[in-house]
């Protein structure tokens, strides 16, 4: 049996193309912090946005990134193999991940359906609302990590 290193570095890992997306960079993208995601709901709400967590295959969601880090993303593929899914997906009416583009990577590059909470409005209203939250922020494509495996 392989090991799990050999494996990856064999494994072809499916990123969409820039034309895929939205096309927004890694830095303009609102990341929120699995501590956060219960105020994040709550603000939503308080601006009239239903959200509900359901499971869906991870196939079926559609980015608005445009960057991945292969590295982010072969590392999310490790600790979903290992740990079973982190905190659930931000995602839209028409099916557009807010927060979360790596950990979706992982999970539809190894078959899985995937937590979301899911938004009754479409990309750009949730994006506006997500930006206002005040606990929302942004970093680069090559920043670190928070450790998003803690289950929520």
């Known amino acids: 049996m392989k090991k ?4 990856v570095a064999e494994f072809k890992v ?6 895929d997306t939205l096309g927004f960079t890694r830095d303009k993208m609102p990341q929120v912090r699995s501590q956060d995601y219960d105020g994040l709901i ?3 709400k308080k ?3 239903a959200v509900r967590k359901i499971k869906v295959p991870a196939k079926s969601l559609k ?3 445009k960057e991945f880090n292969k590295d982010k993303i072969v590392g999310a ?3 979903i193999k290992t740990l079973g899914q982190a905190k659930p997906l931000i995602v839209s009416k028409d099916n557009y991940i807010i927060d979360g583009h790596h950990r979706w990577l992982a999970a539809r590059n190894v078959g899985l359906d995937i937590d979301i909470m899911k938004a009754d409005v ?5 994006l506006k609302h997500v930006y206002t939250y005040p606990k929302t922020f ?10 998003v495996w803690e289950k929520k």
């Open 47 to 49: 601006n009239n946005i």
């Open 77 to 79: 593929i490790s600790k």
């Open 63 to 65: 980015p608005i990134q």
């Open 122 to 126: 479409k990309v750009r209203e949730l």
């Open 138 to 147: 942004t970093k680069k494509i090559h920043e670190g990590n928070e450790n």
């Open 42 to 44: 709550k603000h939503l």
């Open 14 to 19: 499916y990123e969409p193309k820039s034309v």
């Open 4 to 7: 799990f290193k050999t494996f």
